[in-house]
């Protein structure tokens, strides 16, 4: 399985159409492609191995792109923005989101402001992706997407989704019920209920029954006769000769058993004796040589598992689109105006044409009138979306050559 | 000994018996309500909230930033240690507690209601999580329009379920600063129930004609215990700097290379 970031997303090929992995990759193996792979993303490809058409016209060294919004000496070929579908859009670090507003707590293992309902989600392309028919009809566009299409020198139609925006605008309704509070007033009457008891005579006899039980003895008791008898004190005089000579008249303290002191043999000096004849099974155990190496090299285990080769092979006519959507502020109320930014840039290395840059509106932005702007000579149309709000289009006019970038600003109320 | 059909057999079972069982609980949760609110707006004040502070979360605690507003000419007043502070007309910001029922005080009400005061209650549902230092910025809205406060007065009781809409269910109307999108459920459908299923509920305001005691004054009881707030400061409104227009880009093509027809349509 090949990394997130590896594999192809939709129909955007163009970057990279194959990546052929020999073999496995090792784990120390493994970031040696990423990089290779990731550098050749970041790089500028060389245009003349691939469009030998124009190497008499570009010339070797090319000046650095002007572009509005980005200092001066900073590249912007090959700058790669990664556009990830809306549920990835979340990842930190991933897509820079200018205006990130999070809340001071949310639950963990949640990606993305939260909650959702108190933010509007504008951008990316969310559930089925946005697709362009041979005939240029675009079908997918759900409400807050935000895409561009292009075509591609070899005719292909490519499509970009833009990153999501998020803007803290929660809008408060509610519910209202009025019920009329019955004021119903009664009074439980006592009910006159008549229940005579009789007294009824019971009359019980109990005859006298004779009973006789037989219980046997459930014990025994007898008279135990004295069958040990032990002295300690001899009758007369008491000896002098029960040690051996020079040993110590005390006990010592491992000697505090009953069998010792006394020779009466009990159940606990059973189990003391058992516990210390097992420690000393254990601590007189025998260690000996466990591995005895007999002129036999010890066996050395490399970890020198790594790919072979890789093989990176590029599709002439590179192109691919960037768009960037940006918000003028992270938090706004009902009634307040809010500037949308879209910045679009080919970072590929091949001419794209006939960009068309949509922008489904959801329900609580409501597009102001003539405030579409657009850096590029553009035409500019709206359309009702099924959120009953507007879907704005821009069509960009000339193609866009590598390093080009154009910007379309509009100004949306909240509702 | 058991043959090896039969084994296969239990074996079999014991393979597919749970994902039978979750595909039979899958359809029964498949079948429940999108909305299965337990309780009712009705409920005694502070019934729904409490048991909000029981499914946890930053909700302990926590002083809710909340903006009452009411038509103009009445005066709002907030209960503080059993007695009624100074009224406000206007806008009033507090931060109330999460679950406590408040008892606010409207005086000099519209020549439209019957009396000139009304008593509702607050009780504060649910927050929410504005980023940081935009709390007060965000109030939770709790609007007294004229209109509840004459049926109010008359004897009715309405209850009003605050809830933050669903943005992929939002109205499309739009709404002004000082205004808030509202719909009648009915007498017999659960506002409550209503504003789950459209958002999230925040907030439940009801209004009724319970009066507090004309020779004592408001008891312990009828302010609920009269529980903390604190009174923010209105927020000042934030003022961004106009967008400067779009500047033609320079042209970066490179010199020589010729527009090439991408695809003709």
Redesign the interface.
């Given at each position: 399985m090949l990394p997130s970031f590896l594999r192809p997303r939709r129909r955007n090929l163009s970057h990279i159409s194959a990546i052929v992995l020999l073999t496995l990759p090792a784990c120390q193996a493994m970031p040696k492609a990423m990089v290779e792979l990731v550098s050749s993303r970041t790089q500028p490809a060389p245009e003349n191995a691939q469009n030998p058409a124009?190497n008499a016209?570009?010339?070797q060294a090319?000046?650095m792109?002007?572009?509005?919004g980005v200092p001066s000496g900073k590249p912007v070929v090959g700058e790669s923005l990664p556009v990830l579908p809306r549920e990835q859009c979340d990842t930190y670090g991933a897509v820079p989101i200018p205006y990130f507003?999070?809340?001071?707590?949310?639950p963990p293992g949640l990606k993305g402001p939260?909650?959702?309902?108190?933010?509007?989600?504008d951008g990316g392309d969310a559930y089925e992706p946005v697709m362009v028919s041979p005939e240029?009809r675009v079908e997918g566009l759900n409400v807050e997407d935000t895409v561009a299409h292009y075509?591609?020198?070899d005719?292909r139609?490519l499509v970009e989704a833009s990153n999501c925006t998020y803007l803290?605008s929660?809008?408060?309704?509610?519910?209202?019920?009025?019920?009329?509070?019955v004021s119903n007033e009664y009074i439980d009457n006592p009910v006159k209920a008549s229940k005579p008891v009789r007294i009824g005579r019971l009359e019980e006899r109990a005859v006298v029954g004779t009973k006789t039980e037989q219980l046997q003895p459930i014990g025994q008791t007898a008279n135990l006769k004295l069958n040990v008898f032990r002295r300690d004190q001899r009758d007369g005089v008491a000896s002098t000769a029960l040690l051996p000579h020079n040993f110590q008249q005390t006990l010592l303290a491992y000697e505090n058993l009953s069998v010792i002191r006394n020779g009466a043999m009990q159940g606990a000096d059973k189990a003391r004796l058992a516990e210390r004849a097992e420690n000393a099974i254990v601590w007189t155990k025998d260690e000996g040589v466990k591995v005895a190496i007999e002129k036999q090299a010890a066996v050395v285990s490399t970890g020198d598992r790594r790919a072979q080769a890789i093989y990176i092979v590029k599709e002439p006519f590179n192109a691919r689109l960037r768009i960037c959507k940006i918000a003028?502020?992270?938090?706004a109320?009902?009634?307040d105006f809010v500037?949308f930014?879209i910045r679009y840039d080919n970072v590929g290395d091949a001419?794209?044409?006939?960009i068309v840059i949509l922008d489904s509106l959801?329900?609580?932005l409501?597009y102001a009138a003539d405030s579409a702007?657009?850096?590029?000579k553009a035409v500019f149309t709206v359309a009702q979306n099924a959120?009953?709000?507007l879907e704005l289009r821009w069509e960009i006019d000339?193609?866009l050559?590598p390093?080009?970038?154009?910007?379309?600003?509009f100004r949306c109320?909240v509702? | 000994m058991r043959s090896g059909k039969y084994m296969r057999s239990v074996r079999f079972q014991q393979a597919w018996a749970p994902a039978i069982v979750l595909l039979f609980a899958h359809f029964a949760a498949a079948q429940q309500p999108l909305a299965h609110y337990r309780y009712q707006?009705?409920q005694p004040t502070g019934a729904v909230g409490s048991q909000r502070l029981q499914q946890g979360g930053?909700v302990h605690g926590y002083f809710q930033p909340v903006e009452l507003s009411a038509p103009k000419g009445v005066v709002i007043a907030l209960a503080d240690q059993g007695h009624w502070t100074d009224g406000v007309e206007g806008n009033v910001h507090a931060g109330m507690l999460l679950g406590k029922p408040y008892r606010v005080q409207l005086l000099n009400l519209p020549e439209e209601c019957v009396g000139r005061e009304c008593y509702p209650t607050i009780e504060i549902v649910d927050r929410?999580?504005?980023?940081?230092g935009?709390e007060r910025?965000?109030p939770?809205?709790i609007?007294f329009n004229i209109e509840?406060l004459r049926?109010a007065t008359e004897?009715?009781?309405?209850?009003?379920?605050?809830?933050?809409?669903?943005?992929?269910q939002?109205?499309?109307?739009?709404?002004?600063?000082g205004e808030?999108?509202?719909?009648?459920?009915?007498?017999t459908?659960?506002?409550l129930e209503?504003?789950d299923r459209?958002?999230?509920p925040?907030a439940i305001?009801r209004l009724?004609?319970r009066m507090p005691d004309e020779r004592q004054g408001p008891d312990w009881q009828f302010l609920y215990g009269s529980p903390p707030w604190v009174r923010f400061t209105p927020p000042q409104a934030v003022q961004?700097a106009p967008?400067p227009?779009?500047?033609?880009?320079?042209s970066?093509?490179?010199?020589?290379?010729?527009?090439?027809?991408?695809?003709q349509?």
């Open positions: 124009n016209a570009l010339p090319r000046p792109p002007q572009v509005l507003a999070a809340g001071p707590w949310q939260w909650p959702y309902d108190e933010f509007l989600h240029w075509d591609t020198l005719g139609t803290y929660p809008r408060f309704s509610s519910v209202r019920s009025v019920v009329h509070v003028s502020t992270p938090a109320q009902p009634g500037d930014t001419p794209i044409g006939n959801t329900t609580r409501e702007k657009s850096s590029r959120a009953e709000s000339e193609p050559q390093g080009d970038g154009g910007l379309v600003r109320k509702r | 707006a009705q930053p929410t999580y504005a980023p940081q935009m910025r965000f939770i809205p609007v509840d049926l004897g009715l009781l309405v209850t009003r379920v605050v809830y933050i809409e669903d943005p992929q939002a109205i499309p109307g739009a709404q002004e600063p808030q999108l509202w719909h009648d459920a009915g007498p459908a659960n506002p209503v504003a459209l958002g999230r925040v305001v009724g004609a961004f967008v227009q779009a500047a033609p880009l320079k970066v093509r490179a010199p020589g290379a010729a527009d090439r027809p991408i695809t349509r």
